[in-house]
């Protein structure tokens, strides 16, 4: 894969018009200290704030990093001493508040995430068990921000997932946010700006990152993922707007699982409800987590084409599912499809809050079958 | 020197450039006249009002060495010192990070100590409700009575988290959110002295942003500003900021008002394709409807924020759309933006509302609705003598019925749902009646069990349903199984309330009736009015056949009673 050559914006997927708010910014010597880069998931803040941090970083302080710099090579590897990364961490034993050192496993798969992210700027970094931003790497910021670098030139602090950052951390970084010294940076991503505090919204610069259209992402996978021209189409269609998604959708193989949307509703539909439940035991023993999540995504664009189809418009995300669709449709017309589509998308929130598997299956298909079935 | 934003270029240096603050300016400016200044203040207001400035301005009022009119001079050497960070004497605590209670113990150390070169030592804590409860309560006698060369201030957005007993000690200075109209003029003015020409629209849209808060609104002029360049019109501001073209809103109207379903999701479709966030749009669509409901209701524009062609367009599309109207639309809208929140395919949801905005129907007032129900009531008093025994009169025809439909939307009238539900049980009674005539007895050969097995039963199947769920037993009681239909028991019910409370109980209530008769029963309850009222007395007999003999005294020739003379001997008692 070619992706660690090339340098520039071109790393970037689409977003034009805030690359274009980027590299004004710098042309004009107009650059602020702090930004806040807000979209859904998978649209690429992420990938615009490490390449944005890339042109602050390189030697030649233009629009366009150049690749060729030192600066520009350890960014490649996100090494450069005058870059810091801030991501959620597990937390340290509650009892040694003072223990600052992490496990060393989890600093393997620190590295090896950071690594893969140096990679693939469209990888998202989890770290298993961090769900916060603590206020101790928040306290590094600081002293690090007031410190003079290794290295001459600007500082920039990205910190993927803002809204990560718990109350304690958030507070503690407004002082810095707003009037850091000269030359530093705050770089900062969020998928969900509402869970941000307005006090650290109102020292940023907003740059919204707009979902991705269909073609931006389609000719993402082509160049990138050497996917060939159908199967991108396909996935691009049901990443919703999201790279990071098409790039999920593509590891696992999509049309099992709408031909299983079929199956699932057949099978929740007709049985008798004793049926259902000796049904729904083998249904989803042996089946995991993401293979249900799958299911249910794919059940959540089935319901909305339907609804699409029903009102008569033709924009429909399963398109070679027309017919069944259609046969769908027209035997379910007068069914409140608005109230299943929210059972499918209250499914989907239940199992990522984590709630045992065959209780969500169990009450959606329960739910489903009250709706459609309902005079 | 590199780059600075706005928002710290251009912080207020006085207190008379502070915007929108007066109340709180004017107070110090005669607490300082008056030398009446107090030794603690707190600071409150939302992000971006002026708390932080106005600490820092009057730290340097009170130690300026030639205060003009009470403002500081910003140019002696303690001035100076102050605003470049460097006196000893106003120091500047960050809350949030230093919030422990050895902070404020050194900070308690540090207060005995005179002003090195000031006349006083000013300490400003910003974000001070941070602080634990422990530092707090180790702060409160150094606040209650500090030595008198010492000036505390506080600063927060969150007062709430602050006790009561530092706020006793403190006086508190709410700051207000900035207008509209002051944070244009005050961006106007920077404009003008960065020489850069933008228009009052562009202004508009920018302060509106800003939401109350001049930094908020000082971050997107930079922004806007490094994107276009030192020439701005509103289109520019529009790209930078990605703002949804307000003609996109008024299609949305446009296409709720006609209904075309179709038609809004080809409009959503374009809305996504334009890379506008999906969210921003619905609380943009909130606004529009708003901005109707005020056309509306107050016959004026004055309070639209918005330029003045489109208030105009406000007032014509205004009229449009009835109040009842807008203000459904509006639940929708701003029910769809709190759920839109954390959606998983904000896309779907948007589509839902679109959907269901085009498929509203337009509501019924009230008024009218109970006026047509009064008229109604006074037919029907006019054609029999009671709403229960209804005679077989044309004026009951199922058409006539369905027109009688209540608007869900319209909450008050639900009640009167039980009004129009026995109305309504008149053609189906009816049906009833002439098919349990017909399949009683094909019904009772069908089963295992004869129908009059059912009705013996009966008694003990109420009783037997009380000890089980008394609410349901209690229901129960007040009903009678009419009929076996190919192995579905109907029961009949008074009315919507006896019937929808069975429905509900629909398993517990066939599990106990098949419990009973070791049947295969379904169970199907349905609204049955019979001619005399059901006796209430049912529910203390236990005897079976007495009670279906009872309830169908009135006619001896149905069927059921004529089997029940000839198969038990059956008696009529009343």
Known sequence: MESVTHSNWDTVIGQERVKKILQTAIRHNRVAHAYLFWGNDGVGTESVALEFARTLLCEKQSAVSCGECSGCKKMA?????????????????????????????????????????ARNAYFHIEIPKAKFIRIKSIREIKKESSMSSAEAGKKVFVIFDADAMNDAAANSLLKILEEPLDDVHFLLTTSRKDALKQTIISRCQLVQCSMLTDDEIAAGLITREGQDETQARFVARLAGGSYTRALELLKDDLRTYRSDVVTFLRSALSASPAKIFDDHDEYISGKKRSEAENLLLMLHVWMRDAIVLREGSDAIFNIDQRGDLKSFVDKFSRSDLESCLSAVERALELLRRNVYLPLVMLSVTVNLRRILHAK | MSYQVTARKWRPLVFDDVVGQSHVSNTLRNALAQNRLAHAFIFSGTRGCGKTTTARILARAVNCLNPKNFEPCNECEICKEIIDGRSL????????????????????????????????????????????????????????????????????????????????????????????????????FIAKEETITIDDDSLLIIAKKGDGSMRDAQSIFDQVVSFCGTTIDVKQVAGALNIVDQELFFRVSDVVKSKETKGALTLIDEVINSGYDVKEFVSGVTEHF???????????????????????????????????????????????????????QPRFKLEVMMVQLTKMEPSVKIDELLNQIDELKKKLHADGPSIKIPPPSPKFEPERVSTF?????????????????????????????????????????????????????????????????????TILGETTPLEIINGTLRIGCGDEFHRSTLVRNKEILSETINGILSSKFRVEPIIHTVESPIPLHVNTSNGGEQTAAKQDSGNENHPLIKTLYKEFGAERIS
């Open chain 1, 77 to 117: 590897h996100l090494q450069h001493p005058n870059l810091k990364l801030i991501f959620p961490l597990p937390g340290g034993d509650a009892d040694k508040p003072d223990d600052d050192s992490l496990e060393n496993d989890v600093v393997d798969e620190v590295r090896r995430q950071i690594s893969e992210k």
């Open chain 2, 89 to 188: 004497d106003v120091i500047e605590i960050d809350g949030a990070s230093n919030r422990g209670v050895d902070e404020i113990r050194n900070l308690r150390e540090s207060v005995r100590y005179a002003p090195t070169r000031g006349k006083k030592k000013v300490y400003i804590i910003d974000e001070v409700h941070m602080l634990t409860k422990e530092a707090f309560n180790a702060l409160l006698k150094t606040l209650e009575e500090p030595p008198s060369h010492v000036l505390f201030i506080f600063a927060t957005t969150e007062l709430h988290k602050v006790p009561a007993t530092i706020l006793s000690r403190c006086q508190r200075y709410d700051f207000r959110r900035i207008s509209v109209d002051e944070i244009v003029g005050r961006l106007k």
């Open chain 2, 290 to 344: 708003r901005n109707m409901l005020i056309a509306k209701t107050t016959q004026s524009t004055t309070l639209i924020e918005e330029s003045e062609i489109h208030r105009k367009r406000y007032a014509d599309d205004a009229e449009l759309f009835s109040l009842h109207d807008l203000l459904r639309i509006i639940k929708v809208v701003t029910d769809t933006e709190n759920s839109i929140r954390f959606s998983v």
């Open chain 2, 405 to 473: 439909k209540v608007p869900p939307s319209v909450e008050e009238a639900k009640p009167k749902y039980t009004f129009s539900a026995s109305l309504k049980t008149e053609p189906v009674q009816k049906k009833t009646d002439g098919n349990g005539s017909q399949h009683s007895i094909p019904g009772t050969v069908a089963s295992d069990i004869p129908f009059s097995t059912v009705q013996q039963e009966w008694g003990k199947i109420v009783d037997e349903m009380r000890k089980k769920k008394i609410s349901v037993g």
